[in-house]
């Protein structure tokens, strides 16, 4: 299982970047990486993701979730095996630092392949560049 760990710092405050992270059915509209998100329920969602071997669908369960603390998530026991947590820091009022741990499975020997060659860790950075960019694009500019 692959273990990847990346964070950025978003120019805006802690609340508004965990009230725009817990939002991820709207991920699809501004990370390249997702392409669907579906709520099934409180704390269960479905997602389709573009992979290096294709697009994988997958279930997450949100297995705790402290406001403006961390999220953490659990992808159950399918093809795509994964489970994450995010937290956000407050570096100062106007700037949060978002820390993604993600622990993934590849399937296949494209996803292997693509882990091996880092792709895969390349795609949880523009992922998270993405995230930052929205966010600070709807948030406005921050005053310090």
Request: proline letters at 4%; aromatic letters at 8%.
């Amino acid at each position: 299982m692959g273990r990847f760990e990346e964070s950025v710092e978003v120019r805006a405050p802690l609340d508004t970047v965990y009230e725009q992270w817990v939002r991820c059915e709207d991920f699809p509209h501004f990370m390249r990486g997702v392409v669907s998100v579906d709520r099934d329920g409180p704390g269960s969602s479905a997602w389709v993701v573009r992979t290096a071997g294709g697009r994988r669908a997958f279930e997450a369960v949100t297995t705790e979730a402290v406001e403006c603390e961390r999220v953490a998530w659990d992808g159950g026991d399918g093809p795509v095996r994964h489970s994450g947590v995010v937290t956000f820091h407050h570096m100062d009022d106007g700037t949060t630092r978002v820390m993604l741990q993600l622990e993934m499975e590849p399937h296949g020997i494209l996803e292997h392949l693509a882990e091996a060659l880092g792709f895969v860790d390349r795609r949880i950075i523009d992922d998270l560049a993405d995230f930052k960019r929205h966010v600070e694009e709807t948030a406005g500019p921050v005053s310090g």
